[in-house]
């Protein structure tokens, strides 16, 4: 069984950093794809961020470009999701994801079939 906790979440003040992580237990064959996802109140869950093992690629949405990195710590099964220069409008509950089979990866929500329960971020301005 394929679990997902996401931690470091927290308050910061616009402009500020936080690093996001989240350890997967439970096996996982072959490359996998990871992401993170954000959902804010009223709105509807969006892709932020995602990565293959298989060869490294990343995928970002376009308004976390140049401030959002995502990484992958395949020894320890941790995934990162460090972000810079924080906004108000970054403010939401993140969320891991998984896809645990097939070479696909992506930032829509159909490609992952794990999720983890949730990480609130609020920026404040």
């Known amino acids: 069984q394929v679990r997902l906790v996401e931690s470091g979440g927290g308050s910061v003040q616009a402009g500020g950093s936080l690093r996001l992580s989240c350890v997967v237990s439970?096996?996982?064959?072959?490359?996998?794809?990871m992401g993170w996802f954000r959902q804010a109140p009223g709105k509807e869950r969006e892709g932020v961020a995602a990565?293959?093992?298989?060869?490294?690629?990343?995928y970002y949405t376009d308004s976390v470009k140049g401030r959002f990195t995502i990484s992958q710590d395949n020894a320890n099964n941790v995934v990162y999701l460090q972000m810079n220069s924080l906004k108000a409008e970054d403010s939401a509950v993140y969320y891991c994801?998984?896809?645990?089979?097939?070479?696909?990866?992506?930032?829509?929500?159909?490609?992952?079939?794990?999720w983890g329960q949730g990480t609130q971020v609020t920026v404040s301005s």
């Open positions: 994801a998984a896809r645990v089979n097939g070479p696909i990866c992506g930032l829509g929500q159909a490609v992952f079939n794990r």
């Open positions: 439970g096996y996982i064959y072959g490359s996998k794809c």
């Open positions: 990565i293959y093992s298989g060869g490294g690629q990343t």
